[in-house]
């Protein structure tokens, strides 16, 4: 199996695969394999020889690790980034089920390290989001509170508006006094057309205070001009945070990505179908010259025994 990045860096790589070796040989292991195998009583098949077998059922933690061990080989090639796990067991079936489980808990303590990336790196940066986002829209809230109680949508345009419309109304009445002294030196001042300019000239002043007062009441209903101006520049500079910690955490999100780590199973566990251990010829052989060796011992006995009673 190899433990792969899918864009990390091989030292990355190579860290997380000297950690899932490390586990593979650890207490841990052993203490999820008892708990999803009973792996004491793989170890303790009955009929099994009972040199190589497990003596206790309720071993310490050290022994079952010792023994477990003594036939689980989990070795990590540095150069490939391999890593060969040879289970030995009394059936095949047990093997296969150790390695497979084994292959289990390595995947799980990948994923284990990539939620811990993934907290590291993301959430800090979603969490930053989240508060930048709530401070728009506070701001947003203020805005739209201020709006409601003035009754005006942007005070400052209004203002600008309302001096406008001041500014025409003088310049039409500025027109209306300069046609009134006109028509004053050659038409009868009660005449209608003088009446019709007069009216005119006083609506006109009517206007141009009416909108002073209303440029002057916003003014202090509405705090003032530079208040909104100050909330929009809030505003502003929230959204502009706002848009830099979402782009973080899209550079987060990508980052978690490129340290994910896992694990590609190079061939499959499988379950033999000769036994490896122990060794016919080994086996044959060792018996053999045990024999020899008994036979050579009992005649050197029988010989000294003679000997003595002579």
């Known amino acids: 199996m190899i433990p792969g990045a899918g864009m990390s860096s091989a030292s990355s790589g190579l860290a997380e695969g000297f950690a899932v070796n490390t586990f593979m040989k650890s207490h841990d292991a ?3 394999l008892q708990a999803r195998l009973n792996l004491v009583d793989i ?10 077998r497990l003596y206790s059922a309720s ?31 009394f059936r095949p079936d047990d ?11 390595g995947e799980q303590r990948i994923n284990e390290f990539n939620a811990r990336v993934s907290k590291n790196t993301v959430q800090i940066a979603d ?17 739209t509170a201020f709006r409601q109680k003035t009754g005006d949508l942007d005070p400052e345009k209004s203002s600008v508006a309302g001096i406008s419309l001041i500014a025409q ?10 046609q009134l002294s006109q028509m004053l030196r050659y038409i009868d001042p009660s005449s209608p057309q003088v009446q019709t300019i007069k009216e005119r000239i006083h609506a006109l002043d009517q206007q141009i205070e009416q909108q002073r007062d209303m440029i002057g009441a916003k003014k202090q209903i509405a705090l003032n001009v530079s208040d909104y101006d100050q909330m929009m520049l809030e505003r502003e500079f929230a959204q502009i945070n706002y848009n830099a910690t979402a782009s973080e955490l899209q550079t987060a999100r990508a980052e978690a990505m490129r340290q994910q780590v896992y694990i590609v199973r190079v061939v499959e566990p499988n379950m033999p179908s000769i036994p490896t251990y122990p060794h016919g010829v080994v086996m044959v052989a060792a018996i053999f010259v045990g024999g020899i060796v008994t036979l050579l011992i009992g005649r050197l006995l029988i010989t000294g025994v003679k000997e003595h009673a002579i």
């Open 30 to 32: 052993v203490a999820a």
């Open 43 to 52: 170890f303790r098949r009955p009929g099994t020889d009972f040199l190589s």
């Open 59 to 89: 071993p310490p933690p050290e022994k079952l690790l010792k023994y477990y061990l003594n036939h689980v080989d989990v070795v990590f090639h540095e150069d490939t980034g391999v890593t060969s796990l040879t289970v030995r067991a």
């Open 95 to 105: 093997a296969e089920r150790i390695t497979r489980t084994l292959l289990e808990l």
């Open 127 to 143: 969490k930053e989001v989240a508060e930048a986002e709530q401070r728009v829209r506070n701001i947003q809230q203020r805005l």
């Open 169 to 178: 109304l003088q310049t039409e009445l500025a027109q209306a006094d300069t």
